[in-house]
């Protein structure tokens, strides 16, 4: 169920950072999940179930043997008295009303069909449906690379915000004090030292709310993983953020209509019914079965054959179906139905998949602009706060222009990091999507985080 790759330039990069043993990298995370995640564990068990739709449904070409038997108990009763004539026999002359004897019975049976073509087409679906289960199983393991990268930059992302909301609210009481030292010898309004309270009291609610957050997230890798990390590594600033390659919107589309696993499994769940239909259409016809048939018949009463008698039969069965009160006819219009039913559910899959694909390489091109203009948007945010404080100093700008200043540089340093993370995810799910999204690229994206400055989890510290 692998299809080609299309490797963007971001993974044939390979910068290897040291690991520390006091922190966790990506790798690590997704190993533990892989190994206790109960929704790839579900998709496992239910992938091996149906596996065995295949031997079940071959059962039905192969010979079937059985082996059966009986003992009994029999009194037989005369009507009247019954007298040995021979003047040999121990009982000559005395009456039998009655026999007690055992009989034993065993029987073996081969039957092997020789024409059942509704069995064949059910073995041709049941391939069919294993081909399908395989394709969702290994979409499940996709699935669960994305939700481990997605788990574990929401940490980094929480901290980022959480960094951010610290410095802005470190910033904003430092403005305080002095706005509050040049109100104490009358420098400035008391409106400037209302502004700056104000501002303050929000950052420090953005604090606590990024704060929450940072727990919240690393709680929720924890359900997912099994594990309660003390600390996760950072994603390195080295991490290339470039265009994904070939950058062909029709390319992409091309190898989604191949590789996509949901749309491989649409197929062949239509393929499946096709094979059902045609098995259901099927069960009108004649059924040709070669049986053979061994007996032993032994018993203690009295048989003109003898006290034991072997039997061997060898014979064809043929078996034709004439009117089973409209329950063929009835079988036939429901896979007919089914079959319909699963070409739609496939049109859907192409079209959504179609459209999930082109909005995904137009978003992975899209942050890659956005993180380079977000980059900028720093140093003019820095330039910005800078003459702000400037203009404030000798009075031609007011403290809420600083504030606000500060505010904006804080929110483009987040909003930096924010959209290196939506890069990484946009540009995973676009691989999903394509069907070629692998446990190498974690490999290489994990090699772009660093133990430097890890993210560490307060409620294990």
């Known amino acids: 169920m692998k299809s080609k790759v299309l490797t963007p330039a971001i993974f044939f990069f390979t910068l290897v950072f040291t690991y520390s043993g006091n922190a966790t990298n990506l790798l690590d995370v997704y190993n533990s999940a892989k190994a206790s995640d109960p929704v790839l564990a579900g998709a496992q068990a239910t992938h091996q179930a149906r596996q065995q739709a295949m031997p079940q449904a071959r059962s039905a070409l192969l010979p079937n043997i059985t082996l059966s038997g009986s003992k009994s108990d029999n009194t037989r009763k005369f009507p009247g008295a019954v007298f040995s004539n021979d003047p040999s026999d121990p009982l000559f002359g005395l009456a039998v009303p009655k026999q007690k004897f055992s009989d034993t019975v065993w029987q073996a049976e081969a039957t092997q069909p020789l024409l059942d073509l509704e069995s064949w087409y059910t073995y041709g679906s049941a391939k069919a449906t294993v081909k399908q289960a395989d394709a969702e199983f290994v979409a499940a393991e996709q699935n669960l690379i994305v939700r481990v990268v997605e788990a574990y930059l929401n940490v980094l992302r929480a901290q980022d915000r959480l960094d951010a909301a610290t410095a802005e609210e470190t910033a904003v009481k430092r403005q305080l004090e002095q706005v509050q030292q040049r109100f104490d010898v009358g420098l400035v309004a008391i409106t400037d030292v209302l502004e700056s309270t104000a501002a303050y009291d929000n950052a420090s609610v953005r604090r606590i709310q990024a704060d929450g957050d940072h727990d919240i997230f690393f709680e929720t890798l924890r359900t997912l993983s099994g594990v309660a990390y003390p600390s996760l590594d950072r994603l390195s600033e080295e991490l290339p953020i470039v265009n994904p390659t070939p950058g062909v919107e029709l390319a992409w589309t091309d190898q989604a209509m191949l590789g996509n696993l949901s749309i491989q499994a649409a197929e062949q769940q239509l393929l499946a019914s096709k094979q059902t239909l045609k098995a259901r259409k099927s069960s009108h016809l004649p059924t040709i079965r070669g049986i053979v048939t061994h007996s032993e018949f032994e018993t203690g009463g009295s048989n003109f054959l003898g006290d034991r008698t072997n039997t061997t039969t060898y014979a064809i069965q043929a078996r034709v179906p004439i009117f089973q009160g409209g329950f063929i006819h009835s079988r036939a219009r429901e896979a007919k139905y089914q079959m319909e039913a699963a070409k739609q559910q496939l049109l859907e899959k192409q079209l959504n998949v179609t459209r999930d694909t082109r909005n995904l390489f137009r978003a992975v091109s899209t942050d890659v602009l ?13 330039s910005a706060l800078e003459a702000t404080e400037t203009g404030y100093e000798v009075g031609t700008r007011n403290i809420v222009d ?11 340093q987040f909003d930096y990091a924010d959209s290196r993370y939506n890069y990484v995810l946009d540009l995973l799910r676009l691989k999903q999507a394509s069907g070629s999204l692998e446990e190498s690229d974690l490999l290489q994206l994990n090699n772009f985080t660093t133990a430097n400055n890890p993210v560490k989890n307060k409620t294990t510290n």
Not at 373 to 382: F, L, T, V, W, Y
Not at 402 to 412: D, E, N
């Open 370 to 382: 956005r993180v380079n203009a977000r980059q900028r948007a720093i140093k003019s945010s820095e």
């Open 402 to 412: 600083v504030l606000q200043a500060q505010q904006r540089l804080f929110s483009s």
